[in-house]
């Protein structure tokens, strides 16, 4: 799937895996606030080489559909951070991303957040918590 878009500059169409790149890259930036999981809420644990692993596009979804076009991304909040705030890095990291394309903003991003890691390794306590920006 491609997201194509006309305007004064011509038709630009950038392919979904190029965005959801885009966005994994600022999440994994934000390594301080958040791990990116599965739809489970599975932390997708940080690998230390420069490829960006292939399960991490298990945490980002970008979908259009009539020419709308939504993102969520699965996150487990690391103790300490505030959500709301944390949501709001995301919000803006992601629509920076869509105006660096040239993109217009997508209709609504949706962070869920799957759990909030404790202070002791491995302990998350379990959330369902769903954060929707819409643009409309």
């Known amino acids: ?3 194509i878009v006309r305007n004064s500059y011509g ?3 950038v392919n979904k895996i190029v965005i959801e790149r885009m966005i994994i ?6 390594d301080s606030y958040l791990m990116l999981s599965t739809k489970k809420g599975k932390p997708i644990k940080e690998k ?3 490829i960006i692993d292939p399960d991490y596009y298990d945490a980002v979804e970008v979908s259009e ?3 709308q076009v939504n993102v969520k991304i699965y996150i487990v909040v690391k103790s300490g951070q505030n959500i709301s705030e944390t949501a709001d890095m995301i919000f803006e990291a992601v629509e ?4 660096m394309l ?3 903003r997508p209709a609504g991003i949706t962070v869920k957040v799957r759990g909030i890691a404790g202070e002791a390794q491995g302990a998350i306590s379990r959330r ?8 409309n």
């Not at 890259?25 to 934000?30: N, P, V």
């Open 1 to 3: 799937m491609s997201i």
């Open 48 to 50: 230390p080489t420069p």
């Open 25 to 30: 890259e600022d999440m994994l930036g934000m």
């Open 102 to 104: 040239r993109l217009g």
């Open 128 to 135: 369902n918590i769903d954060i929707v920006r819409s643009s």
């Open 96 to 99: 920076r991303d869509f105006e």
């Open 11 to 13: 038709a630009i169409a």
């Open 65 to 67: 559909k009539k020419d």
